[in-house]
């Protein structure tokens, strides 16, 4: 991992909105009409920033799980940053249920930070959203992590167009509270794209719980990959 200070840097600037700094009126108007408040905290903050102090300073004393989760069907392990009731998980849940897709920057520099820990060498493979999910977001959340992922980390190979999802009846994962539920749920969700799937990749989510998402992305991937290990920025397994 990078120094202290280099984090603490990194982290700044991605909190910084550059625009409002190059057009202050139109920050000082936002700040009397729509202040602006931490997604973590809820405090009120300056229009220019995107986390308070107190919760950047909170995520800086992160460092990923220093072990890996036992990986299913052809992944090897799981690599896992965080709990999912950590800060961070806090700031996936903002991202994915508040209006906040601009955190996706924080969480591209984690899921950067976990890959480098490991010192993975494979292609990044998103979990693809259902077509549902990303009508009603507006954006997929695994893909906006990986487009700034792209923008920021041009050393770290990202195959978004692998994947896609099948159209079947949506039902969000969240939502199904018995394990078999969600195993059966998202049974036969993806297709391989031919030709675009690399041989040594990185499958990626921002939460897991059952781990079901994953194994059954995996279990797709299968035939046309020589390996696989699964990156998640916060499970709940971590919690148990």
Known sequence: MTSKTSRRDTLATLNQRKWLRKVPLAGAFLNVFFPNMCPLCNHVI??????CSNCLEKLLL???FPAPLRGRESMEKVHVYASYDSILGRLVRAYKF??????SRFLAFFA????RFWLLDGWIVP????PASLRVRGFSNTGEICTQITRQYDSVPVASGAVRRRHSRYVPQSTLQLMEDRQKNIRGAFQ???GKVPQNVVLFDDVMTGGFT?????KTLQPVTRKQVGLVLVSGQLDQ
């Open 46 to 51: 300056p229009g220019d920033t995107i986390l």
């Open 98 to 103: 508040g209006p906040f897709p601009h955190v």
């Open 192 to 194: 391989a794209l031919p």
């Open 214 to 218: 994953l194994s059954e992305l995996s």
């Open 127 to 130: 979990v693809p959203p259902h």
């Open 62 to 64: 992160l460092s990923p």
């Open 112 to 115: 950067h930070e976990l890959y």
